[in-house]
């Protein structure tokens, strides 16, 4: 079993900065895959970032060059820095390993940009 527990979210000022992180423990292959994935009310919910435990990372255009998603294998922790943050970027925070053919979500953080 696997468990997955997020921290960082918060409120900040439009062009703030956060960063997520996201603490896996249990029983983590050496091969996994970790991503952070939002929901905002209304809508579906949405890949933000993912990065491969040899680090290649991939994001959602709209985060492009604003946020950097990054991960410390010996501690199973996945990060997300957020900078310039628009409101659009408000939402619950989901973080996701991805081993052996299985999935695992984290309880998600609140992360509100007010305008």
């Known amino acids: 079993q696997v468990q997955l527990v997020e921290s960082g979210g918060g409120l900040v000022q439009t062009g703030g900065s956060l960063r997520l992180s996201c603490a896996a423990s249990g029983t983590i292959f050496s091969a996994n895959n970790m991503a952070w994935h939002r929901q905002a009310p209304g809508k579906q919910r949405e890949l933000v970032a993912g990065?491969?435990?040899?680090?290649?990372?991939n994001y959602v255009g709209s985060v492009k060059g604003r946020f950097t998603i990054s991960r410390d294998n010996a501690k199973n922790t996945v990060y997300l820095q957020m900078n310039n943050l628009k409101p659009e970027d408000t939402a619950v925070y989901f973080c996701?390993?991805?081993?052996?053919?299985?999935?695992?979500w984290g309880q998600g953080t609140q992360v509100t940009v007010s305008s």
């Open positions: 996701r390993l991805t081993q052996a053919g299985y999935g695992y």
């Open positions: 990065i491969t435990s040899g680090g290649r990372a």
